[in-house]
C-alpha cells in the first residue's frame, strides 16, 4: 500500500491532467458554460461521460434494487418545504466554518487550510463563522421570507418523509429500504479537484429501516457490501480502504459511520458513506409533521421507530474514480497507448463495428451488423481514418471489443473481433458473433 500511495504521489500531476484532458478531448466531461469563460465548479457531460455516468447509476440501481427483494425505489422532488430542512436540522447545523484571508480577500473552509491561505500564504485570517451550505431561492412570484425554499442537500429526506407512503403500499417491513438516484446542490466554499467536488452533483442514495436492535448487524453488512460494489466494477482494492469515522467526526444524526475511500491523485478522497443514523430522522420528522412514522410489529404486537442505515454515494465522484483507475498507458509496435480498462459495464460503448474500408459491400454489412447488436448493447459504427487509429480512440474511450468487417468478410460470413486490453484477434462467424460477445462482455 506505501509503495502504491508513493507511485501515485509521484505521478498525481500527471495522471490528473491526463485524465482531465482526456475526458475534455473525447467528450466525457466539458467545462460549463465554456464560451462564456466557464462558470467555476460546473461541468457538462458529454456523449461518451453522459452514456459513463448512466452506467455508474443504472449498475448502482441494478445492485441495490433490481437484484434485491427487499429495497424499492423513489423519485423525490428537488424543491420541498423549507419545514423539512428545519426538522433535519440542516437549517442549523448544515454548515462549514469560512474564514477569510485578509490579504488576499479570498474565501476558504478553514478546516482545510492550516491557518495558512493556499493562494498568498498569509496566515492573517479572520476568524472562523459558520456558512451555510444550502441555495437558498424563493418559490411563487413574490421574494419574501414565506416564500423561501431551497435546493436540496441530499436525496435523503425525501425518502424519510415518504416512509409511510412507501410502507402502505408496498407492503414491506423492516428490514426494508428505498433507494434514490438524483441531483442534490451544496455551496461549497471551495470546491475543487475536477468533478470530485462540485456545487451541483448527482448522489445514489438507500436508507434501509431496520429494527433496532439489528442496527449493527446491517451497519456492518452494508460497508462490505458498498466496498465490493466498486471491486466488482474494476477498481483494484489497493486503491481502496474503509474509514472509520472518530467519535469527534460524527454528524449530528449518527453513532457510527464508516467511508468507503479511493486513493485519488491527489490523495485519499471519500466516494461513500456509510451511516448509522439511528432513529433521528424519523423521529424528527414525526415531531415536525405530527404524523406516527412508526412500524407495527405484528408479532410483537407493539409499535416501534425503525432505525436506519445509509449508504450514500456520489454518482459523479464515482465515475471520476473509475476514470482514473481504469487509465493506462503501455507500448504497443513501440508507440504509445492509452487504454482506459474499464469494465465492460461502465464502458460507454460496449462494442464498436468498424468497416475496414468505405467500400459501400463493407459498409452495408457493418451497418447490419452495428443496427442488429445496437439491440442489446450500446454500439458505435466508426467509419473515419485509418484502422489503426480507429484501434487507438476506441482503447482511449475504454470500448472492450472492436469487430472489424475486411474483405475476407464477403466470402468467409466472419468478422475479426479485437480485445481491448489483451490486443488478442479472433476470428467469429456472423451466426456466433451474438453469443461471443455475451459470453465475453458477460451480459
Known amino acids: 500500500m506505501d509503495e502504491l500511495i508513493e507511485q501515485r504521489d509521484r505521478n498525481r500531476e500527471s495522471v490528473m491532467e491526463q485524465v482531465v484532458n482526456l475526458c475534455k478531448r473525447r467528450g466525457f466531461i466539458f467545462p460549463s458554460s465554456e464560451i462564456y469563460g466557464g462558470f467555476r465548479s460546473t461541468y457538462d457531460y458529454g456523449p461518451l461521460g453522459v452514456q459513463m455516468l448512466r452506467n455508474v447509476k443504472d449498475s448502482w440501481w441494478r445492485t441495490m434494487v433490481q437484484q434485491r427483494n427487499d429495497i424499492v425505489g423513489l423519485d423525490a422532488a428537488i424543491l420541498s418545504t423549507p419545514k423539512i430542512w428545519e426538522a433535519s436540522g440542516h437549517l442549523k447545523n448544515f454548515t462549514d466554518p469560512l474564514v477569510d484571508c485578509k490579504v488576499c480577500h479570498e474565501r476558504w473552509r478553514q478546516d482545510q487550510i492550516d491557518g495558512i491561505c493556499p493562494k498568498c500564504g498569509s496566515k492573517d485570517l479572520t476568524d472562523a463563522r459558520p456558512f451555510n451550505l444550502m441555495f437558498k431561492t424563493h418559490a411563487g412570484p413574490v421574494e419574501s421570507e414565506g416564500s423561501a425554499a431551497y435546493l436540496r442537500p441530499e436525496t435523503a429526506q425525501g425518502m424519510f418523509v415518504n416512509f409511510l407512503n412507501v410502507l402502505n403500499t408496498t407492503n414491506k417491513k423492516p428490514p426494508f429500504g428505498i433507494a434514490q438516484v438524483g441531483k442534490s446542490f451544496r455551496n461549497e466554499i ?59 467526526e460524527l454528524s449530528h444524526y449518527s453513532s457510527a459511520t464508516s467511508d468507503v475511500e479511493f486513493l485519488f491523485p491527489f490523495g485519499w478522497g471519500e466516494l461513500e458513506g456509510i451511516a448509522n443514523r439511528n432513529d433521528y430522522d424519523l423521529n424528527a420528522h414525526e415531531k415536525a409533521s405530527g404524523a406516527k412514522l412508526q412500524f407495527f410489529d405484528q408479532e410483537a404486537r407493539t409499535w416501534y421507530t425503525p432505525h436506519v442505515i445509509e449508504p450514500a454515494a456520489g454518482a459523479t465522484r464515482a465515475m471520476m474514480a473509475f476514470l482514473i483507475s481504469a487509465y493506462h498507458e503501455d ?35 457493418a451497418e447490419k451488423i452495428s443496427y442488429d447488436l445496437k439491440n442489446k448493447y450500446v454500439v458505435d459504427y466508426d467509419v473515419t481514418q485509418s484502422i489503426g487509429k480507429r484501434y487507438r480512440r476506441h482503447d482511449e474511450i475504454g470500448t472492450p471489443y472492436a469487430l472489424t468487417v475486411d474483405f475476407d468478410t464477403l466470402t468467409d460470413n466472419s468478422v475479426t473481433i479485437r480485445d481491448r486490453d489483451s490486443l488478442e484477434q479472433v476470428r467469429v462467424s456472423l451466426d456466433r458473433l451474438s453469443g461471443v460477445l455475451s459470453e465475453r462482455l458477460g451480459f
Open 190 to 248: 471551495t470546491p475543487g479537484n475536477f468533478v470530485f467536488r462540485t456545487r451541483e452533483f448527482e448522489q445514489m442514495e438507500m436508507e434501509f429501516f431496520v429494527p433496532p436492535q439489528d442496527a449493527n448487524k446491517w451497519f456492518e453488512f452494508w460497508v462490505n457490501e458498498r466496498f465490493s460494489w466498486y471491486v466488482s466494477l474494476g477498481i483494484n482494492e489497493s486503491e481502496l480502504r474503509i474509514r472509520k469515522h472518530d467519535a469527534e
Open 331 to 365: 507500448e504497443v509496435k513501440g508507440e504509445k497507448r492509452v487504454v482506459l480498462k474499464l469494465s465492460p459495464k461502465l464502458a460507454p460503448f460496449k462494442v464498436a463495428v468498424l468497416p475496414l474500408s468505405k467500400k459501400p459491400e463493407l459498409c452495408e454489412i
